[in-house]
Protein backbone atom coordinates (compact mmCIF):
# COMPACT_ATOMS: atom_id res chain seq x y z
CA UNK A 1 0.00 0.00 0.00
CA UNK A 2 1.11 3.06 -1.04
CA UNK A 3 1.65 6.50 1.36
CA UNK A 4 -1.11 8.49 -0.23
CA UNK A 5 -3.39 4.84 -0.35
CA UNK A 6 -2.87 4.94 3.65
CA UNK A 7 -3.41 8.45 3.49
CA UNK A 8 -6.53 8.33 1.80
CA UNK A 9 -7.70 5.26 4.22
CA UNK A 10 -7.07 7.28 7.26
CA UNK A 11 -8.83 10.39 6.56
CA UNK A 12 -11.92 8.11 5.70
CA UNK A 13 -11.42 6.32 8.30
CA UNK A 14 -11.60 9.84 10.91
CA UNK A 15 -14.40 11.19 8.95
CA UNK A 16 -16.68 7.76 9.04
CA UNK A 17 -15.76 6.29 12.76
CA UNK A 18 -17.23 7.57 15.67
CA UNK A 19 -14.43 7.66 18.53
CA UNK A 20 -16.70 6.03 20.73
CA UNK A 21 -15.44 2.53 18.54
CA UNK A 22 -12.19 2.91 20.24
CA UNK A 23 -13.27 0.27 22.85
CA UNK A 24 -14.22 -2.44 19.86
CA UNK A 25 -10.82 -1.49 18.65
CA UNK A 26 -8.59 -2.44 21.22
CA UNK A 27 -11.01 -4.88 23.38
CA UNK A 28 -9.01 -8.71 23.19
CA UNK A 29 -6.47 -6.81 21.75
CA UNK A 30 -4.61 -5.16 24.92
CA UNK A 31 -4.76 -6.00 28.72
CA UNK A 32 -7.56 -5.19 30.96
CA UNK A 33 -6.08 -2.26 32.54
CA UNK A 34 -4.83 -0.96 29.12
CA UNK A 35 -7.89 -0.85 27.52
CA UNK A 36 -9.71 1.12 30.34
CA UNK A 37 -6.56 3.70 29.81
CA UNK A 38 -7.61 4.11 26.71
CA UNK A 39 -11.41 4.24 27.16
CA UNK A 40 -10.67 6.72 29.67
CA UNK A 41 -8.02 9.02 27.47
CA UNK A 42 -11.04 8.57 24.60
CA UNK A 43 -13.63 9.98 26.82
CA UNK A 44 -11.70 12.70 27.58
CA UNK A 45 -11.13 13.85 24.50
CA UNK A 46 -14.43 13.02 23.41
CA UNK A 47 -15.46 15.83 25.55
CA UNK A 48 -14.58 18.09 23.03
CA UNK A 49 -17.28 17.96 21.23
CA UNK A 50 -15.66 17.30 18.23
CA UNK A 51 -15.46 13.94 16.88
CA UNK A 52 -12.28 15.03 14.26
CA UNK A 53 -10.12 16.68 17.15
CA UNK A 54 -11.04 13.88 19.65
CA UNK A 55 -9.38 11.55 17.08
CA UNK A 56 -6.41 13.25 16.39
CA UNK A 57 -5.74 14.05 20.31
CA UNK A 58 -6.14 10.37 20.49
CA UNK A 59 -4.11 8.90 18.05
CA UNK A 60 -1.27 12.12 19.20
CA UNK A 61 -1.33 10.32 22.59
CA UNK A 62 -0.46 6.55 21.58
CA UNK A 63 2.52 4.63 21.92
CA UNK A 64 3.79 2.71 18.99
CA UNK A 65 2.50 -0.88 20.03
CA UNK A 66 -1.70 0.48 20.49
CA UNK A 67 -0.89 3.17 17.41
CA UNK A 68 0.66 -0.52 15.59
CA UNK A 69 -2.98 -1.83 16.20
CA UNK A 70 -5.18 0.74 15.01
CA UNK A 71 -2.81 1.24 11.98
CA UNK A 72 -3.92 -3.05 11.48
CA UNK A 73 -7.71 -1.79 11.83
CA UNK A 74 -7.46 1.09 9.25
CA UNK A 75 -5.88 -1.14 6.65
CA UNK A 76 -8.19 -4.00 7.30
CA UNK A 77 -11.16 -2.58 7.82
CA UNK A 78 -11.42 0.46 5.81
CA UNK A 79 -11.65 0.07 1.70
Known amino acids: MSDSQFMHKLLNFLDYN???IVEDL???RVAGYMLEHLIQQK???K???DNLKAWLN???YLDQ???NILVEEII???K
Open 65 to 67: ANS
Open 43 to 45: NRY
Open 76 to 78: KNN
Open 47 to 49: EQG
Open 18 to 20: NID
Open 26 to 28: YKG
Open 58 to 60: FIG
